[in-house]
């Protein structure tokens, strides 16, 4: 494939490195020649691990990978070379070969199932269940109402100052409507788990109360303007 000077870059650069790219950029595809170039170097498939954030974007890489070593054999058994990658000598067509025949044992999976798999791998330093396994969102939501409606039902007919503050909330900047806050709720609760530190960053929001300046990103804009409503869904979400 014809590579940008910056993808190139990328595939030729040792040590750590982050590459920072947009969608559409070929991320999938640098990244595919990066680990030609380290096979043809005398690295093994077997040694490397590759993760995404969706099984769909595994399968992709794998496959992609598979046919980019296959040409790579094909192209060592011809008088043409290929012009990337360069170093394997002697063997060549045997080595992409056995490259090809280990595919399938590469770790190429989701960050998911690679952490899961490390789980598997120690249970037994970790004290739990090696059937362990990892819920799906079918499984998580039935989960994740019934905590929030745990959290919830006591302060629809509580008398406690927080109690009535809650109802406020809901009749002043959800119409009445429950259901419009615990989508906040669950709004929150996603974002903030995207983040390094959950904990800190509700401290934080918290602190930001007391001054009025509640943060305000633009994916959430137009939900997080009333800080009675961030301050409703952070104490929400540390009941839990």
């Not at 993760?51 to 769909?56: K, L, M, P, R, S």
């Not at 899961?116 to 120690?122: A, F, G, P, T, V």
């Amino acid at each position: 494939m014809g590579l940008t000077p910056s993808q190139l870059e990328a595939v030729q650069a040792r040590g750590n490195v982050i590459v920072v790219a947009g969608a559409g950029t070929g991320k999938t595809s640098t990244l595919v020649e990066r680990v030609a170039s380290l096979l043809a170097e005398g690295a093994s498939v077997e040694r490397l691990l590759m993760v995404t954030f969706t099984d769909t974007a595994a399968a992709e890489m794998r496959h992609r990978l598979r046919v980019r070593i296959a040409e790579l054999a094909t192209q060592a058994g011809s008088v043409n070379k290929p012009t990337h990658p360069q170093p394997l000598q002697g063997g060549e067509r045997e080595r992409w070969e056995e490259q090809l025949a280990l595919l399938d044992t590469a770790r190429i999976g989701t960050l998911h199932s690679f952490c899961l798999q490390l789980i598997r791998e120690n249970f037994h330093l970790l004290g739990i269940d090696p059937a362990v396994s990892v819920l799906d969102e079918q499984q998580t939501r039935p989960l994740i109402e019934s905590a929030l409606d745990e959290c919830l039902a006591p302060h629809f007919a509580g008398a406690d100052a927080t109690s009535v503050a809650v109802r406020e909330v809901i009749r002043r900047y959800a119409g009445g409507d429950p259901e419009r806050i615990r989508g906040l709720i669950l709004k929150l609760h996603r974002h903030a788990q995207t983040l390094p530190s959950p904990e800190r960053w509700f401290g934080e929001q918290l602190a930001a109360l007391e001054c009025g300046e509640p943060e305000r990103s633009e994916e959430h804009t137009s939900e997080l303007q009333s800080p009675y409503v961030i301050s409703y869904a952070v104490f929400c979400l540390k009941k839990k």
